[in-house]
């Protein structure tokens, strides 16, 4: 039984009927560094149950793990709305819409992530909030208190660097998936368009309901991939303060003086999630392929 199991698993991850391979062809199959990784998280899951100081580090560093999820699923849900808005965008006939969103891609993509980081958290939204003053302001005056006066007492500091956070991933996130859907948009063919308007349809109803269904069913495995690539940057907003399993693992070090317990158990963290996560999203890859 559970010989059969194991060649179903085989199987159904890499696509190949184990009892029509050769030996050598066998040998080759075999995902070795699957095993590898396999060999090293059970290696490190005995070390720290069985070594003091692994457990102090696990116990502390865990901690942090409900932040860096929150923050890269927040962050992420977000940056499919700006994506979706930005890649339609670029597919606009409106050149004002279509430079707009143009310009919104190349300048993400031309600044180094930590670089936007700061800036979106330390310049853009205190910007953001001197502005929403101003506006408070003009409604006051206008005898709109109930609307102007929480603007114009906003503070800076009211902002906590967790939402600073999630709001720079979302919008440096926001300009790769804008890419990602424009690909899987043109990636219909224009006769499904042709066709969603000779039955009536509007251009809107059209994406809504014939194109943007067939064109999110493409790019999904892309938006996965990119969802494991969000986790692994998330440790970037550390440099932020925000309390994730990186800036955790930073004050334990340098608290304890044990790096190799902390790094080791952070690393081995940060891997465990991303496998996990990369075999769901090839599970749901060759599922649309069936169908």
Same mark, same amino acid.
């Given at each position: 039984?559970?010989?059969?199991?194991?060649?179903?698993?085989?199987?159904?991850?890499?696509?190949?009927?184990?009892?029509?391979?050769?030996?050598?062809?066998?040998?080759?199959?075999?995902?070795?560094?699957?095993?590898?990784?396999?060999?090293?998280?059970?290696?490190?899951?005995?070390?720290?149950?069985?070594?003091?100081?692994?457990?102090?580090?696990?116990?502390?560093?865990?901690?942090?793990?409900?932040?860096?999820?929150?923050?890269?699923?927040?962050?992420?849900?977000?940056?499919? #709305?700006? *994506? !979706?808005?930005?890649? =339609?965008?670029? +597919?606009? @006939? $409106?050149?004002?819409?279509?430079?707009?969103?143009?310009?919104?891609?190349?300048?993400?993509?031309?600044?180094?992530?930590?670089v936007l980081i700061f800036y979106i958290a330390l310049v853009g939204m205190p910007g953001v909030v001197s502005g929403l003053n101003q506006l408070g302001r003009w409604l006051t005056g206008l005898? #709109?208190? *109930? !609307?102007?006066?929480? =603007?114009?007492? +906003?503070? @800076? $500091?009211?902002?906590?660097?967790?939402?600073?956070?999630?709001?720079?991933?979302?919008?440096?996130?926001?300009?790769?998936?804008?890419?990602?859907?424009?690909?899987?948009?043109?990636?219909?063919?224009?006769?499904?368009?042709?066709?969603?308007?000779?039955?009536?349809?509007?251009?809107?109803?059209?994406?809504?309901?014939?194109?943007?269904?067939?064109?999110?069913?493409?790019?999904?495995?892309?938006?996965?991939?990119?969802?494991?690539?969000?986790?692994?940057?998330?440790?970037?907003?550390?440099?932020?303060?925000?309390?994730?399993?990186?800036?955790?693992?930073?004050?334990?070090?340098?608290?304890?003086?044990?790096?190799?317990?902390?790094?080791?158990?952070?690393?081995?963290?940060?891997?465990?999630?991303?496998?996990?996560?990369?075999?769901?999203v090839k599970g749901i890859e060759k599922r649309l392929h069936r169908v």
């Open positions: 039984m559970l010989n059969r199991l194991s060649l179903k698993w085989f199987e159904a991850i890499f696509g190949v009927s184990w009892p029509s391979l050769r030996l050598g062809a066998r040998l080759k199959a075999i995902p070795w560094w699957l095993i590898a990784i396999a060999f090293i998280a059970i290696y490190t899951a005995i070390t720290i149950y069985s070594r003091p100081t692994y457990r102090q580090a696990f116990d502390f560093i865990k901690v942090g793990l409900s932040i860096t999820l929150t923050t890269t699923l927040f962050a992420f849900a977000i940056a499919l #709305v700006l *994506g !979706l808005i930005t890649g =339609l965008g670029r +597919l606009s @006939n $409106n050149v004002i819409i279509k430079n707009a969103a143009t310009l919104y891609i190349e300048i993400v993509r031309g600044i180094p992530m930590l005898g #709109v208190t *109930g !609307l102007g006066n929480p =603007l114009s007492q +906003l503070e @800076n $500091n009211a902002v906590s660097m967790g939402v600073r956070a999630i709001v720079a991933l979302s919008i440096t996130y926001g300009a790769f998936l804008a890419e990602v859907f424009r690909a899987g948009i043109q990636s219909i063919p224009k006769g499904q368009m042709e066709a969603a308007r000779s039955l009536g349809m509007t251009y809107g109803q059209a994406m809504r309901f014939v194109i943007l269904p067939q064109a999110v069913r493409n790019i999904l495995p892309a938006l996965g991939n990119d969802f494991i690539s969000m986790l692994k940057d998330s440790s970037l907003v550390s440099v932020l303060a925000v309390r994730d399993i990186t800036q955790v693992t930073r004050l334990y070090a340098a608290r304890s003086f044990q790096y190799q317990e902390a790094y080791t158990t952070l690393a081995v963290m940060y891997l465990t999630m991303t496998m996990v996560l990369s075999f769901i």
